[in-house]
Nanobody, 123 residues
């Protein structure tokens, strides 16, 4: 069983930055970040292959968010810059054995999920 623990969420003003971290007990998993606003579906944000060689982003965050990983620390990061009020959501990290970059964008491809961390962006 792979355990995932997110941290780094909080309250920030529009235009500000936050860095989320996800500590994982698993190795050789593709890792993704998803978010869920109240009353909405859980949406894809960003993902990275286990080697870190490939990444993919939702159009809504491209150019503002950066996903990275440090396999020596078993940690995945999501650097979020130029935050907007519409980025407000609970952010979840997820792990899965996923063979294609396109599949990493799909929620159901992931086997393990963290408990989520709240990100609130005020206007």
């Amino acid at each position: 069983q792979v355990q995932l623990v997110e941290s780094g969420g909080g309250l920030v003003q529009a235009g500000g930055s936050l860095r989320l971290s996800c500590a994982t007990s698993g190795r050789r998993y593709a890792m993704g970040w998803f978010r869920q606003a109240p009353g909405k579906e859980r949406d894809f944000v960003a993902a990275i292959t286990w080697s870190g060689g490939s990444t993919t982003y939702a159009d809504s965050v491209k150019g503002r968010f950066t996903i990275s990983r440090d396999n020596a620390k078993n940690t995945v990061y999501l650097q979020m810059n130029s935050l907007k009020p519409e980025d407000t959501a609970v952010y979840y990290c997820a792990a899965g054995i996923i063979s294609t970059v396109q599949a990493m964008r799909v929620r159901y491809e992931y086997d393990y999920w963290g408990q989520g961390t709240q990100v609130t962006v005020s206007s």
